[in-house]
């Protein structure tokens, strides 16, 4: 699975690219790490809640982002890849508390959203510092809309502030 994923989104889909005057394996520790992921991987105002998370090739997450305005989105995924520090991908399933797939309407999401995508984060070394290209099988339209893909912009830039960088 170590290309499979790789250059296989349309065009269309979310596609955001960021950098960080960070070492990579610091950057790639932050997506990998439990401790690490609940500082930032949520938007603003929201927190992360943990109930699993085994990253390894074959392994999964069982996680929710506690938002006090829209409540509680659980999320379960496999990671596909993990290639150290280079390049993470995975799933992500709409589900329940009890890490049950549901649908995306059934949540309280817009009912377009899927119900499945997969995301792919690849971390290089460019000039000194981390690229982080984060893809999303969506239609980045669909992801503006719902609010899905300024949430990615708030997370990188949460995990900006973690690492204790500026934003650019």
């Known amino acids: 699975m170590k290309s499979a994923t790789r250059n296989t989104f349309d065009k269309a889909a979310v596609r955001i690219e960021q950098a960080f005057d960070v070492p990579r394996d610091e950057v790639f520790d932050a997506w990998v790490q439990r401790d690490l992921l609940e500082e930032w991987f949520a938007p603003d105002g929201c927190t992360l809640h943990i109930a699993r998370l085994d990253v390894r090739e074959g392994g999964g997450y069982h996680w929710c982002v506690r938002n006090p305005s829209f409540g509680d989105c659980w999320t379960i995924g496999s990671y596909l890849e993990v290639l150290r520090p280079e ?28 119900q499945n995508t997969t995301v792919c984060v690849t971390f290089t070394e460019r000039g000194g510092r981390t690229i982080v290209t984060l893809e ?31 934003t650019p």
């Open 87 to 114: 390049r993470l991908v995975f799933t992500a399933t709409i589900a329940d508390r009890n890490g049950i797939p549901r649908t995306p309407e059934s949540q309280g999401h817009d009912p377009e959203w899927p």
């Open 136 to 166: 999303q099988d969506v239609s980045e339209r669909l992801a503006k809309r719902t609010g899905a893909h300024p949430s990615w912009l708030q997370m990188l830039d949460r995990l900006r502030r973690h690492l204790g960088v500026a």
